[in-house]
């Protein structure tokens, strides 16, 4: 049986055509997307974006921060460039020896591949430069995780760098530098746009369109078809255990595999499927009620508040915003304290801050849990620390996420 693997081409031209100037998206200074962690997107660049930027006789550059965390951001993405420049070389090496010359000389490439990037070699603009010059067609950098950049000098110098190619190279009105960052802490990937000081200020920070049923359709067809037909799965059913895990398809996978391994004989699996996905979902909810212990009153109270949408015209550091965080965690509360929170609360990657200034949850999970939890009247931050059942022991609203959907999850009877 084959892997299973879901395209998304129409996506993938769209933002093409985007990156190219040609979309109602206008992404030719570079585009960012934006999702929560194991959602699809890394399998979406390499399945769908490479390939739709190949068909448009793109080449693509595709780099994963977060493959080698030991490894500073900027010598991973010289990296990157340098493979792609070495197998440009390769082939045009291949290709002189084919026709009878032992010898090939690279003018365009005269420089040390493995000091691109280094203050003793060529910088990453020239890399790209040369690259396009012999190619003669667009060159498509991808980062994956490019939030990590912001971890290191060296990571926001080779951004810079990137950005100053990008201006240098597409001058005129061209597009032969696409430029595609990607991250799944959209907090630290908003800083590269959002501040005045940062190399792409000004660029918008996209959020990734999650899958939906039309992903849960095809998989369930693919499922249905190595399998007895008293035991085959229901679309619906399929939908709404990828809800419960958070749109994340391995551990739909993960789900799929257990209701048919650990459930003998045609008892119907959709009871088993929704009743595994309940519980990984109440993993996932202790998970986080132990996360949400570990921070400090004052973090839980300002979550609780941006959580509840009670920002508005009242906001997060009034007088009334004060006094709930008062009466939440025993102690009175400052705009510097509830300020630290915030910078808490955005380096774990539970909020992000929007262009707006509005403060919003992460993952669409910490949002469910939290109004789930506040419904179910526990949540105390200080005194007595009570956290409410998890989400699994009743059924569920989703509130609005990363999709723009909204849908009841109900809990299937027992027996």
């Known amino acids: 049986m084959s892997n299973f693997v879901f395209h998304r081409n129409s996506l993938a031209g769209s933002m093409v055509d985007a990156l190219m100037g040609n979309g109602i998206l206008d992404a030719s200074s570079g585009l960012f997307l934006a999702a929560p962690r194991r959602t699809g997107k890394s399998t979406f660049l390499t399945e769908d974006l490479i390939p739709a930027l190949k068909a448009c006789d793109v080449l693509p550059i595709y780099v994963d921060l977060w493959e080698d965390r ?4 900027s010598v991973m993405i010289a990296g990157a460039i340098k493979k792609v420049i070495a197998g440009e070389i390769g082939l045009l090496s291949k290709a002189v020896r084919q ?3 032992t010898k090939v000389s690279t003018p365009v490439f005269s420089f040390d591949l493995d000091k691109i990037g280094r203050e003793d070699g060529v910088t990453l603009k ?5 690259l396009i010059q012999k ?8 980062v994956d995780e490019a939030q990590h950049a912001t971890t290191s000098d060296d990571g926001i110098n080779a951004m810079f760098a990137l950005k100053s190619a990008r201006d240098t190279i597409n001058s005129g009105g061209k597009h032969d530098l696409l430029l595609v960052f990607t991250g799944s802490h959209r907090d630290r990937l908003a800083k590269l746009v959002t501040n005045k000081d940062q190399p792409f200020f000004g660029a918008r920070v996209t959020d990734f369109k999650l899958l939906g049923r039309d992903y849960c359709e095809a998989y369930t067809q693919w499922i249905n078809k ?3 037909p008293e035991s085959r799965l229901a679309v619906e059913d399929v939908y709404v255990a990828f809800d419960i895990v958070g749109r994340r398809p ?3 996978k993960n789900v799929v595999a257990d ?9 119907p699996k959709t009871k088993a499927l929704l009743e595994l996905a309940f519980e990984v979902e109440k993993n996932l909810s202790e998970e986080f009620s132990e996360s949400f212990l570990a921070l400090s009153p004052i973090q839980r109270a300002v979550l609780l508040r941006i959580s509840s949408n009670k920002q508005g015209d009242d906001g997060l550091f ?12 025993g102690s009175p509360a400052t705009p510097s304290s509830v300020q630290s929170a915030l910078r808490g609360l955005r380096d774990l990657n539970i909020v992000w801050k929007s262009a707006n200034g509005a403060y919003e949850t992460e993952d669409p999970f910490t949002e469910r849990w939290l109004k789930h939890s506040r419904t179910e009247g526990g949540l105390k931050t200080s005194g007595d620390q009570k956290i409410s059942p998890t989400p699994s022991d009743s059924d569920i609203e989703q509130q609005p996420g990363y999709g723009g959907e909204m849908f009841s999850i109900k809990k299937p009877p027992k027996g």
Do not use: C, H, W
């Not at 020239?126 to 040369?130: Q, R």
């Not at 190619?135 to 991808?142: Q, S, T």
């Not at 009034?318 to 965690?329: E, F, L, N, V």
């Open 135 to 142: 190619r003669k067609k667009p060159v498509a950098l991808i």
């Open 226 to 228: 190595s399998i007895q």
């Open 70 to 73: 030991r490894v500073d951001p």
């Open 259 to 267: 209701a048919f391994l650990n459930y003998a004989g045609p008892l």
């Open 318 to 329: 009034s007088s009334s915003a004060m006094g709930s965080y008062a009466a939440i965690t």
């Open 99 to 101: 026709i009878g010359i």
């Open 250 to 252: 391995e551990m739909l």
């Open 126 to 130: 020239e890399a790209l430069e040369s």
